[in-house]
Structure formats: C-alpha cells, structure tokens
C-alpha cells in the first residue's frame, strides 16, 4: 500500500486536489485558509492513501513582502493584517504590474496616481459607498481580494525571479546587520561584566 502526504501553505488547493485524485468531494474546501484544521486520512482506493494536511507557513516571516504577496492570497488570515493595508499593497503592486487588466475588470478610464486612489476608484465604480458619498475603502480592499482570489482578475503572478532575487539580497543585508548588533551588544554586555567583578 502507498501513502502520500499533501503539504503546502494555506489555501492554496491542497483539499481541492485531493477531492480531483479521488474523483469525489471528501476533503473540506472553502476560499479561505485553515479549512483542514488536522491531518485527514482519505483512501483514494484500496492501494493507495493519501494524508490531507493543514496548512503550514513558517514561524516567521523575515520578508515582509512575501507576507503581503500571502495575505493577498488568503494564505494568511485576513484577520492578521487589514484588509485595507493588504489591498494597498496589492493595488500598487497591481497596477504596475498588471494595469491592462486591472482597466478591463473595474472599466477605468482614467490613471491613477498611486494604490490608494486606484481603491477608491475601484470603490466608487462598485459602490462601495458609505452616506456621504465617501468611498467604504474596508469594503472596497475586501472586494478587491475576494476578486484577486477567485481568479477574476485574470492570470496575475505576485512575485517574479528577478523580483526575489532583489529581495533576498536585501535580506541578506538585514540580516548581516541584525547580526553586527547582537555581536556589539554580547561584547557591551561582557565588558559590563568584566567591570562589575
């Protein structure tokens, strides 16, 4: 008998491809993460198991981009970041990157200046109003995600090789500091030490 164990990061279709293997609905789907809270056994057929897994992500995130680039998917709750924050991020990164289809899906007929304008832009043409004409932009950045995960924004990558080679660099460069730090304040607590005997 074979056992096969599928892992990945939150709501990224673990579930869902297990459901395509086994030809019928067995695992839990939804367009949010955690939907699997624990390991699922799931006989696909009497020679072979597969092992559906919650999803996982790492203790900690040092790329604060590649935090974003999550939450904009929904692998990270929305409840641990605003979603306003998370579609400023997307927006931004959406609009230098895949302007063309962001035109297309909100018919915009005018350029915006920056990420937040684009939100309220895409507000205002989907009524995401509140009284006062005022744009609701809670509900416009939720909208704006609900839209980006369910694939209507088109075939969009948020993240390209050349892009995480820049940013691993200045990882790189973080870390190298965060090092320099710890060893400057080991040495400064040693000499307090050495002074105190």
């Not at 297309?104 to 350029?111: D, I, M, P, S, T």
């Not at 870390?175 to 730090?181: N, V």
Request: one cysteine or more; glycine letters at 6%; aromatic letters at 6%.
């Amino acid at each position: 008998m074979t056992h096969a164990l599928v892992v990945g990061i939150p709501n990224v279709g673990k579930s869902t491809l297990i459901n395509l293997l086994a030809g019928r609905v067995i695992a839990k789907t939804g367009n949010e993460p955690a939907i699997t809270k624990m390991l699922q056994r799931i006989e696909i057929n009497p020679q072979f198991i597969l092992h559906d897994s919650p999803g996982m992500l790492w203790p900690n995130l040092e790329n604060k981009n590649s935090a974003y680039r999550l939450a904009v998917t929904g692998a990270i709750k929305d409840t641990a970041i605003s979603h306003d924050d998370v579609a400023l991020f997307a927006t931004d990164y959406l609009w230098q990157h895949y302007p063309e289809l962001l035109s297309q899906r909100y018919a915009l007929a005018e350029r915006p200046a920056n990420g937040q304008e684009l939100l309220i832009m895409i507000g205002k043409r989907r009524g995401c109003l509140r009284s006062g004409g005022l744009v609701d932009i809670d509900k416009a950045a939720k909208l704006l995600l609900t839209e980006f995960r369910s694939g209507h924004l088109g075939a969009i990558s948020l993240e390209t090789p050349a892009m995480m080679a820049t940013e691993l660099t200045e990882l790189e460069c973080i870390r190298a500091e965060k090092a320099a730090l710890k060893q400057q304040r080991k040495a400064q607590w040693r000499q307090k030490a050495k002074a105190t005997h």
